[in-house]
């Protein structure tokens, strides 16, 4: 950790109240942030560790800007909400992720500024976070390193625009209660604005509706996600829909705006 990130951790740790609550377990990744994200991300909310809650991930991360990440709560059943995170980051949280009429899972891409335990906390319908985790080892320098994307000479025409692809459920109940796969990808630098005079540029909202606007998922997104973000998520659209809509903003008011097709009317499959 280089010594601004290291002031920052510890400016963090001294201002950020202590957990006043029950004894957590001990932390099976033994971070030296635990004690100071547990308050800042979760407040007196009840906590456990649970491998019911998985986040897969390379062992060794070989591009520190882009790392592939997926986090799965579907063995919890009913979840509300997931927050995906990088303890030793300078910004922690990668993102928020509400699965209204979704599976509670999704894949990503994110930077890496160091060796980190990576975690997804998934909250129940009865408010207890469950929290699964593993180590990622890696060289760092992801979150301070200047995104390629400002090489392009035209990048700033194509900020926002959407590549986006939907697969038709497949086995039994396909089309009917089977979740539809859908990967989409957000052209945005997401600058960290950790680069002297370059300011933080990201994308922090999006949601994905239903043609009629009906919200299937929605995201809170930060720094630490990959430039051109990659998202894969499994919803559930509403009976005859043949679109989705993604709608979303940047912390510097652009906007985000796409259709994806569905290649088939949802629930007219065998």
């Given at each position: 950790m280089n010594r601004h990130l290291a002031a920052a951790a510890l400016l963090a740790a001294l201002s950020t109240p202590a957990y006043a609550g029950p004894p957590d377990p001990a932390d099976p990744l033994a971070s030296v942030m635990w004690d100071v994200l547990r308050p800042e991300l979760f407040g007196t909310a009840p906590v456990q560790f649970d491998d019911r809650v998985t986040v897969t991930a390379p062992d060794n991360a070989e591009n520190a800007a882009a790392v592939p990440v997926m986090a799965d709560a579907t063995a919890l059943g009913a979840v509300e909400e997931i927050v995906l995170f990088a303890d030793l980051n300078p910004f922690p949280v990668i993102l928020?992720?509400?699965?209204?009429?979704?599976?509670?899972?999704?894949?990503?891409?994110?930077?890496?500024?160091?060796?980190?335990?990576?975690?997804?906390?998934?909250?129940?319908?009865?408010?207890?976070?469950?929290i699964g985790g593993k180590l990622v080892d890696a060289a760092g320098g992801g979150c301070t390193a200047p995104p390629a994307t400002y090489a392009a000479a035209d990048w700033a025409d194509h900020v926002g625009e959407v590549q986006g692809r939907a697969w038709a459920p497949t086995g039994e109940g396909a089309g009917k209660d089977k979740a539809t796969r859908v990967r989409f990808l957000v052209r945005h630098p997401m600058d960290t604005g950790l680069v002297a005079g370059i300011p933080a540029y990201f994308i922090?909202?999006?949601?994905?509706?239903?043609?009629?606007?009906?919200?299937?998922?929605?995201?809170?997104?930060?720094?630490?996600?990959?430039?051109?973000?990659?998202?894969?998520?499994?919803?559930?659209?509403?009976?005859?829909?043949?679109?989705?809509?993604?709608?979303?903003?940047?912390?510097?008011?652009?906007?985000?705006?796409?259709?994806?097709?569905l290649p088939w009317v949802q629930g007219a499959l065998p």
């Open positions: 928020r992720f509400q699965p209204l009429a979704a599976k509670p899972v999704i894949a990503t891409r994110f930077k890496v500024q160091q060796a980190t335990p990576l975690r997804a906390a998934a909250r129940t319908p009865d408010g207890v976070w469950h922090e909202a999006l949601t994905l509706r239903d043609a009629d606007g009906r919200a299937l998922a929605r995201l809170q997104t930060a720094e630490p996600l990959s430039e051109n973000p990659v998202f894969t998520l499994e919803v559930q659209p509403t009976v005859g829909a043949r679109s989705l809509t993604l709608d979303g903003r940047d912390n510097q008011g652009g906007e985000v705006k796409a259709a994806i097709p």
